[in-house]
């Protein structure tokens, strides 16, 4: 491993994040570059290590692309690249053909991969490793990364600024690791830094998701595309002070019942299909239940009743699911699970071309960072990781430039404070922003209350960036510096993450008020109708919002 003592200043490309986009971009990057793997936890930290009903992909006699392609495309409600659709579809097989050979233990049955049913699949198409096909896929890619000679991993490394230099061109990143901020240069540089769901209170993403990259992007002046639309996963347990852990929706896919207050399947009041809708349907059809039918509705909950599936299939498909419950006192053979929507992927990102490259030369973003118009308004379930390994194996094909010019040598800057009076101020902003957000830019949205929570979250911003840390995000590239006080690394961490959050929530709220109508994971209670006119993309450039042009004119 990496320490700051042997730390290379330059790669040949620098990819930060280790999730399943981030260690399958790297294994695929030609093995004659040097890849420094920037992470900024543990190696193995990040949604693609939770993801549990599995990965899609038509290769069972009865399905074919173009089925997968029909489902894809109708459960992102107008806004899917038909392009970038049909080239993940296509590329599916193989990505699953090459994990397979590199020893992912997918499920069987009599001998084949078994496949299940998820909510919009037209066909049973999501191949499965128990109900921990996330671990199963990291353990896979980490192992073979760790062989990897080329690759270099720089774990407990916080990536803080990218570096264009005077041409556009994206040639680095400053990075917080073991109490000193340095700058990498590297001839191209791929940001998979995940998704945003620590934006809300209610989430199934793991701490790190603070959606960084994006932040990080955007202020390097990358375009964003479709930041309004936030995917609610509609069952998360629900249990005072649990993590609001994912129920997958395979366990529905398995028959498992969505009841209400009396034992009613009330899903199909509110869609012919019921609990298999698609997740923006069921999500509302829960929320429109409790806001009818429970007293406190932000708190409340409903029920996943898995009686119906023999107890052999559960233990076989969902010991995970059976563990976490039992921890959180829910024995699931003999009561249902009380479970309510939470935030869960973000369809908007970075936007990019089937090649991950975005608007700036050199910066490439994949999976849930990037918007490469796969998903549309509304991701089609299981087609996440898929995205993630279809998408990152293309960077097979990169060929970084050089770096032509040199960075510049300030002087090495030694601090010893900290800002232990702006961390209190920082630490508020971060438990009050998700809660705001929840309560605003959640699973129904409105105008005035949208606009208020832009006000609250652009002074917060004011505040952030009036402190002292605000130094750090804006460096001089090539500016080294070393943290002397313990908490200095602790406190801009926080901070940097805090900012990162902030920057992105504002983007969301301001593209959730600006986007007047409903469609996929945007609904507005004062629009809800779909509006033709609305068959755009919502384009992010600096603090300017605009229409794509319409996807499907006429
Ligand atoms: P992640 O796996 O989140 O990895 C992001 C990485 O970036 C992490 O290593 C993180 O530490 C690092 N990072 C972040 N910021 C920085 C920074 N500033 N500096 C350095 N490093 C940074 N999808 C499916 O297709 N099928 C499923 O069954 C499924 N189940 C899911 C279950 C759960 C509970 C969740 C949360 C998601 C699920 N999803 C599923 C969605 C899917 O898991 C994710 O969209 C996908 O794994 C994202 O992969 P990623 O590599 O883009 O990001
Ligand atoms: C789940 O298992 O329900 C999650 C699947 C996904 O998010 O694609």
């Known amino acids: 491993m990496i320490s700051v003592t042997n730390l290379p200043a330059q790669f040949d490309v620098v990819v930060i994040g280790s999730g399943a986009a981030g260690l399958y971009a790297a294994l695929s990057l030609p093995n004659h570059l040097q890849v420094g793997l920037i992470t900024k936890a543990k190696l193995r930290t990040g949604s693609s290590k939770w993801a549990q009903g599995g990965i899609a992909a038509a290769i069972a006699p009865t399905d074919s692309p173009d089925l997968h392609f029909r489902d894809t495309m109708e459960a992102g409600a ?24 590199m020893g992912v233990a997918f ?34 890619l980490i192992e073979q990364v760790l062989e990897r000679p080329n690759i270099h991993v ?79 996963h509609p069952t998360a347990l629900t249990k005072p002070n ?39 349907v069921v999500s509302r059809a829960i929320f429109s239940y409790l806001a009818e039918n429970a007293g406190d509705p932000a708190n409340a909950h409903v029920y996943l009743d898995l009686s119906v599936i023999p107890e052999e299939k559960i233990r076989r498909r969902f010991p995970n699911i059976i563990r976490m419950c039992a921890e959180w006192g829910v024995d699931v053979f003999s009561e249902p699970i009380p479970v309510a929507p939470a935030a869960h992927y973000w369809m908007g990102g970075v936007a990019t071309n089937t090649a991950c490259e975005t608007s700036i030369p050199g910066l490439y ?44 040598h300030p002087p090495l800057l030694t601090l010893d404070q900290h800002w232990a009076k702006e961390s209190v101020k920082v630490q508020t902003i971060r438990a009050d922003l998700p809660l705001l957000l929840w309560q605003s830019a959640g699973i129904c949205r409105e105008r005035q209350i949208l606009t208020e929570a832009i006000a609250q979250v ?51 709220l301001k593209s959730a008020l600006w986007r007047t109508e409903s469609r996929g994971g945007h609904y507005r209670t004062d629009y809800p109708e779909t509006q033709s006119d609305w068959q755009v993309h919502t384009l992010v450039e600096g603090e300017n919002l605009r229409r794509s042009p319409k996807l499907f004119p006429g």
């Open 78 to 101: 107008g806004l899917c690249e038909p392009v970038a659709v049909q080239f993940l579809v296509n590329h599916a097989p193989e990505a699953i053909a090459h994990l397979v050979e």
């Open 107 to 140: 499920d069987r049955k009599d001998g084949d991969l078994a496949m299940t049913l998820e909510a919009a699949h037209s066909r049973p198409r999501v191949l499965h490793s128990a109900d921990t096909t996330g671990k199963a896929i990291i353990t896979t």
């Open 154 to 232: 720089v774990a407990q490394a916080f990536a803080l600024q990218l570096w264009r230099d005077g041409t556009g061109h994206c040639r680095g990143v400053s990075i917080l690791f073991e109490h000193k901020i340095q700058w990498l240069t590297a001839g191209a540089v791929i940001v998979a830094t995940g998704g945003g769901g620590q934006i809300f209170a209610q989430t199934t993403n793991p701490t790190v998701s603070t959606g960084d990259g994006v932040a990080l992007a955007w202020r390097a002046g990358a375009q964003l595309r479709d930041l309004e639309f936030f995917q609610f």
């Open 242 to 280: 649990a993590p609001h852990f994912l129920i997958s929706e395979a366990v529905r896919g398995e028959g498992a019942h969505l009841l209400g207050f009396n034992g009613d399947r009330f899903a199909f009041d509110y869609h012919p299909a019921g609990e298999l809708a698609p997740r923006d």
């Open 365 to 408: 973003a994949i999976g849930e960072t990037a918007s490469t118009g796969v998903h549309g308004a509304n991701r089609l379930a299981s087609n996440s990781l898929l995205e993630c390994l279809v998408f990152a194996a293309q960077l097979r094909h990169l060929a970084p430039t050089n770096t032509t010019e040199p960075l510049p």
């Open 458 to 508: 652009a002074d917060w911003q004011t505040q952030l960036k009036r402190m002292a840390m605000a130094q750090f995000l804006h460096l001089e590239p090539g500016q080294v510096m070393q943290l002397n006080h313990p908490d200095a690394e602790m406190e801009i961490r926080l901070y940097a993450e805090v900012c990162n959050l902030t920057d992105v929530a504002l983007l969301i």
